[in-house]
């Protein structure tokens, strides 16, 4: 029911409807209907905004945070600085939303959604605290951190509650907004359905890696002692102690549950070939294991890599394409990872990180490393440029037919000693990192300090099928 007023000879139009003026002209105080049209296009435009900025983007920023992390694996490494787009533009779109918002109703008097601005006033606090909490955070190894990550997704899901609550608040009240009111049932609607179905796929996802860990049970803590034993042997057979020689057992494609049964078995050096692997599986495992990377880094992929694994103990991959040019060239040789590497520990503030120049002994354009020829002047260049990082050897991989392997090892033992002497240290602070599952024994028998064994331990690899 609406009522006219005559004042000063003008005419205004109120409205009784809990207390909100729909067409509230004031021509008193110079307003006109022109103005009016003009408040109605500013209400249109702070409703729009919150809506696609706190009510849309926020929750989407939600959405990649819980499943991106894990899956689909092709975005794995993209998820959060796609979270962190998201919660940043809604959070900036939202909030110039609740500003015009603001503004609204301190211009019109009769304009009084008391409970719409208390709430929005909420949303602004909270989420200006969770948009601190995106960029200060605690460590992942800090005793903090924990509680961290439940404070942060509590607060988080309350968050996107209040908005939507919030944002229907307002729409209620504005007959003009009925319109965006049913848009963004649809929006939630959508929004609702990827998230059910991504739920459903990780579900999905963590019931066949349930399946394969239980058929395996048992295995590979088996096969990691008949691996002991072989090493044993090979080891006497070349007069060497046993203990001096490491198995890194190398987990690629293989869910958590096999790792931590050879864990159990009490083994503690573990490798992964993939940051998104690796940065996935560490946090679920015990922070005693000592984590190598070998393989391929991308300069890219540094942070996500040691900022995700807090235990990561080596990097037995280091070498570049830009390496192996200027190492032709006989130029000045320089390692950007390594160099990517060294800045990254400094900022972090984590101790030195250990480095194995790979050196590409077999000559294949399909392996990385660097030629043997420049490897001494790479391995100088980690030892004495690169104050954060612990040069401890050399790392090669044999050829695949095992044909060449003999000599692709007596190459890395050349090569070993020419560093050494070219750093004056003994050839026992040099390791050499060499063998895998098909010629670890090999090996061993020609000096390597360190093999990494996969399929021996963890059964064959189980890569996904490609449509």
Not at 235 to 258: F, H, N, Q, Y
Request: glycine share 8%; aromatic share 8%.
């Amino acid at each position: 029911m609406k009522m006219t007023r005559k004042v000063n000879n003008s005419t205004s139009l109120e409205s009784t409807d809990t207390g909100v003026a729909t067409a509230n002209l004031r021509p008193w105080k110079g307003q006109t209907l022109l103005s009016h049209h003009k408040h109605r296009l500013i209400r249109s435009a702070h409703g729009i905004l919150n809506i696609i900025g706190w009510g849309t983007l926020l929750p989407v920023g939600a959405i990649i945070a819980r499943y991106l992390r894990k899956f689909p694996l092709e975005l794995y490494n993209e998820w959060y600085p796609l979270h962190v787009l998201c919660q940043s533009s809604g959070y900036l779109l939202g909030t110039l939303g609740w500003g015009i918002g603001l503004w609204l109703g301190n211009s019109s008097k009769q304009y009084t959604l008391k409970t719409h601005r208390i709430l929005g006033i909420f949303v602004f606090t909270f989420s200006t605290v969770q948009m601190l909490a995106v960029f200060v955070y605690p460590r992942i190894r800090d005793e903090f951190r924990r509680c961290w990550e439940i404070y942060h997704q509590i607060m988080g899901y309350a968050l996107i509650a209040l908005i939507i609550a919030n944002i229907f608040q307002g729409a209620t009240h504005q007959n003009h907004a009925e319109k965006w009111k049913w848009v963004y049932v649809g929006v939630l609607a959508i929004l609702a359905l990827i998230a059910l179905a991504l739920e459903k796929e990780e579900k999905k996802k963590q019931k066949t890696m349930a399946a394969s860990s239980a058929v395996t049970d048992g295995v590979a803590a088996a096969a990691l002692r008949s691996v002991i034993q072989r090493v044993h042997q090979a080891a006497e057979r070349s007069g060497r102690a046993s203990d001096r020689i490491r198995i890194v057992a190398v987990s690629k494609t293989k869910p958590v549950s096999l790792i931590r049964q050879v864990y159990d078995a009490g083994h503690r050096s573990f490798g992964e070939n993939y940051v998104q692997e690796i940065v996935e599986k560490a946090p679920q495992l015990p922070e005693d294991i000592e984590w190598s990377f070998i393989g391929n880094l991308q300069s890219n992929k540094v942070k996500p890599l040691l900022a995700g694994v807090p235990n990561l103990a080596t990097v037995e991959s280091v070498d570049d394409k830009k390496t192996r040019v200027k190492c032709i060239a006989n130029d000045i040789l320089k390692s950007d990872i390594a160099d990517r590497l060294d800045r990254m520990v400094a900022s972090i503030g984590r101790k030195p990180l250990k480095i194995y120049v790979q050196v590409n002994t077999s000559g294949e354009e399909s392996k990385y490393g660097v030629e043997p020829s420049g490897c001494v002047e790479l391995a100088k260049y980690v030892s004495q440029d690169c104050p954060n990082l612990e040069f401890c050897g050399l790392m090669t991989i044999g050829m695949p037919d095992y044909t060449s392997t003999p000599e692709n090892f007596k190459t890395l033992a050349k090569c070993r000693s020419e560093v050494c002497e070219a750093l004056g240290i003994p050839e026992e602070q040099c390791e050499l990192s060499m063998g895998m599952s098909g010629d670890f024994e090999l090996a061993i028998e020609m000096g390597s300090t360190n093999v990494r064994i996969g399929s021996t331990i963890f059964g064959a690899r189980e890569y996904p099928k490609k449509n």
